[in-house]
Nanobody, 124 residues
Framework: QVQLVESGGGSVQAGGSLRLSCAAS????????MGWFRQAPGKEREFVAA????????YYADSVKGRFIISRDNARNTVYLQMNSLKPEDTAVYYC?????????????????WGQGTQVTVSA
């Protein structure tokens, strides 16, 4: 079992930044691919970013490429999502996820464990 707890969400104006954190506990964190997804009201959950293991290669959705940065600190069992140049369309609940695979997938079924989510609201 892996438990995931997100933090760092909040409200920000367009153009601002937020940093989300996801603290993991349970099984060996470093052997899991970690992903961030988001879900806006009335929309399906969508992939945002992911980091594999052991080399932490990163992957991004086209909509956030160049603005968001995913990173992981295996010593702290934590994955981060630095979000810059935020736009109102980034407003959503952001979820952290863990999947037992070397190369992360960009689809939700590829992740076995999920956090409870943290709200990000970007105003125009």
């Amino acid at each position: 079992q892996v438990q995931l707890v997100e933090s760092g969400g909040g409200s920000v104006q367009a153009g601002g930044s937020l940093r989300l954190s996801c603290a993991a506990s349970g099984r060996t964190f470093s052997r899991y691919s970690m992903g961030w997804f988001r879900q806006a009201p009335g929309k399906e959950r969508e992939f945002v970013a992911a980091a594999g293991w052991p080399n932490s290669r990163t992957y991004y959705a086209d909509s956030v490429k160049g603005r968001f940065i995913i990173s992981r600190d295996n010593a702290r069992n934590t994955v981060y999502l630095q979000m810059n140049s935020l736009k109102p369309e980034d407003t959503a609940v952001y979820y952290c996820a863990a999947g037992a695979r070397l190369i992360p997938t960009m689809t939700a079924p590829g992740y076995e464990y999920w956090g409870q989510g943290t709200q990000v609201t970007v105003s125009a």
